[in-house]
């Protein structure tokens, strides 16, 4: 498949903009016939006239956030980097309830507040888990209160900052 990331403009230069993909494996296997690691090719290029400019980079993380301990293993043609994830890395927040409901403001409000909460008591401000909160706070804040910096909205906790690439192109569009 091939995808168009967005372009960010500043000034006389441009950048992609960050881009999360989902990957899932619909089906079964028989439970004799798995091994404890099931190897997954993934590759990422860009076109030649703009590899000397920018490089893509991948970050894996499991989707099954509430198992402890989870080892992802990545190999690349260069070196192979092993990560395991932060034994106490529980994201109590996900996965979303079937209730949730999407296009209802206050649901969107409840899981806001519940990442606020998260965020400021449980995640290490210096941790890369601390940025992918930041950022699923304020996609969760925009989504509860869309007319935000306008309007009526609540003053969030202000140990997290107005930061990320998504809050600010946010607010430069609202300042438009």
């Known amino acids: 498949s091939t995808i168009f990331p967005g372009i ?3 000034d006389n230069h441009a950048s992609l903009q960050p881009m999360s993909l989902t990957v899932f ?22 076109d030649e006239e703009y590899g000397s400019f920018i490089t893509p980079v991948i970050e894996v993380a499991s989707t099954d956030l509430h198992r402890r301990g989870s080892l992802l293993h990545c190999s690349g043609d260069s070196d192979d980097v092993t990560m395991l994830c932060d034994s106490e890395a529980v ?3 996900l996965p979303l309830p079937p209730s949730f409901d999407s296009v209802d403001r206050a649901h969107w409000e409840s899981v806001s507040q519940k990442i606020q909460d998260w965020l400021t008591t449980k995640v290490d401000t210096e941790s890369s888990l601390w940025t992918w909160g930041r950022d699923a706070f304020w ?15 609540p003053m969030w906790d202000p140990r997290i900052p107005l930061e990320g690439s998504f809050i600010e192109q946010w607010l430069e569009r609202s300042s438009d």
Do not use: C, D
Not at 26 to 44: A, Y
Not at 140 to 153: E, L, N, R, T, V
């Open 25 to 46: 494996f619909p089906g079964t296997l028989p439970r004799q016939s798995l091994e404890r690691n099931i190897p997954i090719r993934i590759s990422v290029s860009i």
């Open 91 to 93: 994201i109590p927040f």
């Open 139 to 153: 996609l969760a804040f925009i989504a509860a209160h869309p007319s935000f910096p306008m309007g009526k909205w």
């Open 8 to 10: 960010h403009y500043q």
